[in-house]
T-cell receptor, first 114, second 112 residues
Framework: GQNIDQPTEMTATEGAIVQINCTYQTSGFNGLFWYQQHAGEAPTFLSYNVLDGLEEKGRFSSFLSRSKGYSYLLLKELQMKDSASYLCAVREGLGAGNNRKLIWGLGTSLAVNP | DADVTQTPRNRITKTGKRIMLECSQTKGHDRMYWYRQDPGLGLRLIYYSFDVKDINKGEISDGYSVSRQAQAKFSLSLESAIPNQTALYFC???????????FGDGTRLSIL
């Protein structure tokens, strides 16, 4: 079956670094997305990985290993406003290109403490 | 102005009522999606559309219907609302297949 696993909750301290892991088992693979969602608000796009390696965007980086079915989101210099849920989503690889589904994880709720 | 606009933002209604949630976008994207989000269940896809003539069921389409009136508009209807359809509903759009989805601000729907 198709599955995405993320830790349910994490806590970290302001100014620190936190790594949020995501493991997936899907029918093929065509890219992995990370989104941030503040409570009661819309998810917003953070990063996209389709090839192995690290993608860096300011304080946020995302890593992918396709052979291990594994990704992580790294948040540096944590700020209070980073308290949010972080969603991992994988585009599966089956079917015609247009019909490849996006499989969503349940999200990791990150609390940043002073 | 928001690129993806959902109306209404909040709605409280009674069991058995017909409800329509509307979504419009100015991003020029062909692909549009409706999701619901429930605590502990994450985002679940209800319906999606890749162009005006294309409508597809998602994983939880029972009890819902959609209409793609134009490239920019995609509405979701609950023909006869029931309490377990109480949820936060999101509309999203995307460009090419590997482009990220852009979400509206959501509609918080409560069915009594």
């Amino acid at each position: 079956g198709q599955n995405i696993d993320q830790p349910t909750e994490m806590t970290a301290t302001e100014g620190a670094i936190v790594q949020i892991n995501c493991t997936y088992q899907t029918s093929g693979f065509n890219g992995l997305f990370w989104y941030q969602q503040h409570a009661g608000e819309a998810p917003t796009f953070l990063s996209y990985n389709v090839l192995d390696g690290l993608e860096e965007k300011g304080r946020f980086s995302s890593f992918l290993s396709r052979s291990k079915g594994y990704s992580y989101l790294l948040l540096k210099e944590l700020q209070m406003k980073d308290s949010a849920s972080y969603l991992c989503a994988v585009r599966e690889g089956l079917g015609a290109g247009n019909n490849r589904k996006l499989i969503w994880g349940l999200g990791t709720s990150l609390a940043v403490n002073p | 102005d928001a690129d993806v606009t959902q109306t209404p933002r909040n709605r409280i209604t009674k069991t058995g009522k017909r409800i329509m949630l509307e979504c419009s976008q100015t991003k020029g994207h062909d692909r549009m999606y409706w999701y619901r989000q429930d605590p502990g269940l994450g985002l679940r896809l209800i319906y999606y559309s890749f162009d005006v003539k294309d409508i597809n069921k998602g994983e939880i389409s029972d009890g819902y219907s959609v209409s793609r009136q134009a490239q920019a508009k995609f509405s979701l209807s609950l023909e006869s609302a029931i309490p377990n359809q109480t949820a936060l509903y999101f509309c999203a759009t995307s460009g090419a297949v590997n482009q990220p989805q852009h979400f509206g601000d959501g509609t918080r729907l409560s069915i009594l």
